[in-house]
């Protein structure tokens, strides 16, 4: 059955924690009194990127910015599909600018920004899966955006509504692990929403509330490989029992800013 599951090549953009820090609180994870250790954060994020590296994967990186200590979310600055780019507009008037270096990397790139009119955090918020694009509101992206990723892409998008505060952007209650299924912790959904994931969702692996908040929703899959918290222990089970690679990389210095391992990673779809 491990077999059967087969990884795709992708490319990731990411930013290195240099200026990493939690100077703010804009989720309930975030405390400006309790240190950060950022020998620590570079440390675990540069074990992220050797995994990528070593199973195949292409990481190119944006410049980091002093004073922007969140810019390390590389997921909240677009989502790409088909090679083409739906910028950000950040919800916290500290996060605004981290769209412009990010704006700045994608046209260097040879792409162009669609910039948003409406709150809308890129990956945070916007999961492209095989048919649709699944979209969280609730906390940060507006409804009102999910009409203009809809416009903008011309592929169906599906409102889910997010209701637990920890749980503040679709990639920490959600991820996909291939085109056709995804991996969800319920709890974090109003009950409407819930019941069209699992419509939508029949046999998608369902986490517990502890795996949640270990991070462990906030994992990136290749179709293969799982890039998962080490403390989602029942996740990492049921996905091997499901056929899939765990491979567990520690990000806990970056859940004190409430991101883990997807957070850190945007994927770049051509
Ligand atoms: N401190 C950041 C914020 O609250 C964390 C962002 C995490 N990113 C994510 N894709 N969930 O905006």
Redesign the pocket.
Known sequence: MSDSRVPRRRRFLVCEPRHFAVQYA??PW?HPDAPVDVGRAQAQWQALMRAYRAHGHTVETVEPVPGLP?MV?A??AAVVVEGRVFGSLFH?PE?RPESLPYEAWFKSAGFDVYHPESVCEG??DLVPTGRWILAGTGFRTTREAHREVQEFFGVPVISLTLVDPYFY?L??ALFPLDEENVAYYPEAFSPGSREVLARLYPDAVIATGEDARAFGL?SVSDGRHVFISPGATALADQLADRGYVPVPVDLSEFHK???GI??CTQEIRS
């Open positions: 804009i989720n975030m969140d979310f997921a909240n916290a996060r990956e945070g952007h990639d920490t906030n800013a409430g991101g997807k957070c």
